[in-house]
């Protein structure tokens, strides 16, 4: 099993483009999160999904976007990249929404992004 | 504003001994709390975890103790294996909530030398 995939793992971007962070999961998880973390700072969320086409806000969700048009698939769109954007990000999935009923959060291995 | 707080950035331990890892909270609502370690170039994978209806949890050389009224809890490792040399983070998780509320610690990262 693959797990969760990002691509690429790293990008330089000039201020001012755009990109966009894939991630792919193969284990059928409803629920799909996007994080970053930038150093010496825990991972914080930035959008999250229940489900193809229903997507949230997370506690950073400014110079983001996202869809999810199919239960693998939830990118994650830069549409002017800034240097405060400069970060890792990390895809991730569950089964369940919560950690009560045992359900583990994946996380894919990372993005790393530069913004210059 | 951290809710989640790890005081130590680092901790460095001699292989076969107890390596203990802390985090300490603000937000009295949290009620689940989990332990997630992270090697270089990985992403985070789930260690171990507590609810806050115990004040104790193990799982093989992982233990995790949970002091409400302190709001602080803490990792022990026993015993401590190179292999274990990785970052970890503390994140919890608040009654209402489900992983879109995880919160996690800035991190301690673990070095366990021979």
């Known amino acids: 099993n693959a797990g969760v995939t990002q691509t690429p793992k790293f990008r330089i971007l000039k201020i001012g483009q755009s990109m966009t962070l894939q991630c792919t999961q193969d284990?059928?998880?409803?629920?799909m999160y996007w994080y970053r973390q930038d150093p010496g700072m825990g991972l914080k969320l930035i959008y999250y999904s229940v489900g193809a086409g229903i997507t949230d806000k997370g506690e950073v969700p400014n110079g983001y976007n996202v869809s999810r048009s199919t239960t693998e698939d939830f990118p994650l769109r830069l549409e002017l990249a800034a240097p405060s954007q400069t970060s890792v990000y990390f895809c991730?999935?569950?089964?369940?929404?919560?950690?009560?009923?045992?359900?583990?959060?994946?996380f894919g291995e990372g993005s790393r992004l530069t913004v210059l | 504003d951290q809710q989640v707080k790890q005081n130590s950035p680092s901790l460095s331990v001699q292989e076969g001994r107890i390596s203990i890892l802390n985090c300490d909270y603000t937000n009295s609502m949290f009620d689940y709390f989990l332990w997630y370690k992270k090697y270089p170039a990985e992403g985070p994978t789930f260690l171990i975890s507590i609810s806050s209806i115990k004040d104790k949890n193990e799982d093989g050389r992982f233990t995790v103790f949970l002091n409400k009224s302190a709001k602080h809890l803490s990792l022990h490792i026993v015993p401590s294996q190179p292999g274990d040399s990785a970052v970890y983070f503390c994140a919890a998780i608040p009654l209402s909530g489900g992983y879109n509320k995880l919160i996690f610690g800035a991190g301690t990262r673990l070095a366990v030398h021979p």
């Open positions: 284990m059928n998880h409803n629920y």
């Open positions: 991730a999935s569950s089964y369940s929404p919560t950690g009560r009923a045992g359900g583990e959060l994946f």
